[in-house]
């Protein structure tokens, strides 16, 4: 398991770090670069970060939906770390933090989507 730490300092950037023990690297995650340039046609895969009703409710009650927002719009840079078990920091405060509780890939012939759920963490 990492840590996953969403940091919006200004509103048209974002910053994210994993904890360099467990992943050996930190700093802003890389655009995905096509690793197949035939011309075959593959299927687009995005990402959709959705949350269980305790974990919008969690977001409400605390404040985090900004962070959120972020995390959202920009799901598809996150979609290659995320992965299940994964706390995610949108605040400075550990007790606030959400999980990664599934990944499921909803496959279509012309877009497929990867769902990431994400739910109430339990507390350290």
């Given at each position: 398991?990492?840590?996953?730490?969403?940091?919006?300092?200004?509103?048209?950037?974002?910053?994210?770090?994993?904890?360099?023990?467990?992943?050996?690297?930190?700093?802003?995650?890389?655009?995905?670069?096509?690793?197949?340039?035939?011309?075959?046609?593959?299927?687009?895969?995005?990402?959709?970060?959705?949350?269980?009703?305790?974990?919008?409710?969690?977001?409400?009650r605390?404040?985090?939906?900004p962070?959120?927002?972020?995390?959202?719009?920009?799901?598809?840079?996150?979609?290659?770390?995320?992965?299940?078990?994964?706390?995610?920091?949108?605040?400075?405060?550990?007790?606030?933090?959400?999980?990664?509780?599934?990944?499921?890939?909803?496959?279509?012939?012309?877009?497929?989507?990867?769902?990431?759920?994400?739910?109430?963490?339990?507390?350290?």
């Open positions: 398991m990492h840590v996953v730490r969403v940091d919006v300092s200004r509103a048209d950037s974002l910053t994210m770090t994993m904890n360099p023990y467990l992943r050996g690297r930190s700093g802003p995650v890389p655009a995905p670069q096509p690793s197949d340039p035939s011309p075959v046609m593959q299927p687009r895969i995005r990402a959709h970060i959705s949350l269980t009703s305790a974990a919008q409710n969690h977001v409400v605390n404040g985090l939906r962070r959120l927002a972020v995390l959202m719009e920009h799901a598809t840079q996150f979609e290659r770390i995320l992965l299940a078990g994964d706390r995610v920091a949108l605040s400075d405060a550990t007790n606030l933090d959400l999980y990664v509780m599934r990944r499921r890939l909803v496959v279509d012939a012309r877009e497929s989507t990867l769902e990431i759920v994400l739910d109430v963490a339990q507390s350290l």
